[in-house]
């Protein structure tokens, strides 16, 4: 889940675990700095732990919790290399994994999670990704049209075989066209949120051109 602070990634993110929680029997384990929402076991045994109090560091945590057989691992924050390569690992031996980036689109997410890695080892993390990663959701905040509160606009990626083929090889620009014409596997891109959301009253088009990757679509 990615976005620039205060997009709300934390809350779309406990409401992913909460589901879970509710749903399946299992092992979830998240490590966050700080721990926003305090989950309680449900269905699922959830450990929460913090960096700083309960562990030295995002690496240091994973590294333990990968030990500790987990169902579902939640990264607060991915923000370096060793976190990432660890994340990465997790979701190739089977875990489900989220986690959270400052990016704002599908397109750079892959591209960010990529530069990371030093050049010789950019087309295996390519490989690895192309066949872990199972969605890319980037989401903003908006004021809603009555001044009651906001709402989030969403950008989702799903890894369908097409997507997985451009991330294998490198063929990043072409995204966000196969984002926009893959509506019929859930996928959206940004501005078809912004537009479905302007034609249902909750933003106005000014508030959606603020947001909006194609600023011409949307008159003030």
Do not use: W
Not at 148 to 171: D, F, Q, S, W, Y
């Amino acid at each position: 889940v990615t976005g620039p602070t205060g997009s709300g990634k934390s809350t779309t993110l406990a409401a992913m675990i909460n589901y879970i929680n509710e749903k399946d029997q299992g092992h979830i384990l998240t490590v966050e700095d700080p721990i926003e929402f305090v989950h309680e076991s449900k269905k699922s045994l959830i450990n929460q732990r913090e960096v700083g109090r309960d562990t030295l560091s995002f690496n240091n945590a994973l590294r333990s919790a990968l030990r500790e057989d987990p169902d579902v691992i939640l990264i607060g924050e991915m923000r370096d290399l060793e976190t990432i390569r660890l994340a990465m690992t997790a979701a190739e031996t089977g875990h489900l994994v989220f986690g959270t980036l400052h990016t704002s689109s599908a397109a750079k997410t892959i591209d960010r999670i990529i530069d990371v890695f030093p050049a010789d080892e950019k087309e295996m993390v390519r490989a690895m990704l192309s066949e872990s990663l199972r969605a890319v959701i980037s989401q903003a905040l908006l004021k809603t049209r009555d001044g009651a509160g906001r709402v989030a606009a969403h950008e989702i990626m799903m890894c369908t075989p097409a997507i997985r083929n451009l991330i294998r090889e490198a063929k990043v620009p072409q995204m966000y066209s196969a984002i926009q014409t893959g509506q019929g596997m859930g996928m959206q891109t940004l501005d078809q949120c912004l537009t479905n959301l302007v034609k249902s009253n909750t933003i106005s088009s000014a508030e959606a051109r603020s947001k909006a990757m194609n600023k011409d679509i949307f008159h003030a």
